[in-house]
């Protein structure tokens, strides 16, 4: 399978900025896509942002400005810029990713998710 670990989680300010970061490994053929989603306690996992292959951008629409989703490919790496960062951005924050990966000889479908990494903002 396909493991995503994401760091740079933690505690900030309101108004500060965190940058996290979520490296994809294993038999990797090829990454579609790659994203962020947040849970905050008592609420439906939801939709950050997500970057295809192609460098095409989705964001939530209250996010935009704010965050910024970015990959280095060869890596297999995808980060989340945010900014201006809220009390009500506190969440769990996961990496998502898609694609292709080589179980024994033949490519299949993988779409993993990290374990999650949590983003506290004090007011």
């Known amino acids: 399978q396909v493991q995503l670990v994401e760091s740079g989680g933690g505690f900030v300010q309101a108004r500060g900025s965190l940058r996290l970061s979520c490296a994809a490994s294993?038999?990797?053929?090829?990454?579609?896509?790659m994203g962020w989603y947040r849970q905050a306690p008592g609420n439906q996992r939801e939709l950050v942002a997500r970057?295809?292959?192609?460098?095409?951008?989705t964001y939530a629409y209250s996010l935009k400005g704010r965050f910024t989703i970015s990959t280095d490919n060869a890596k297999n790496t995808v980060y989340l810029k945010m900014s201006s960062l809220k009390p009500e951005d506190t969440a769990v924050y996961y990496c998502?990713?898609?694609?292709?990966?080589?179980?024994?000889?033949?490519?299949?479908?993988?779409?993993?998710w990290g374990q999650g990494t949590q983003v506290t903002v004090s007011s």
């Open positions: 970057i295809n292959s192609g460098g095409t951008t």
């Open positions: 294993g038999a990797i053929v090829r990454i579609n896509s």
């Open positions: 998502t990713a898609d694609g292709k990966y080589y179980s024994g000889s033949w490519p299949v479908d993988f779409n993993s």
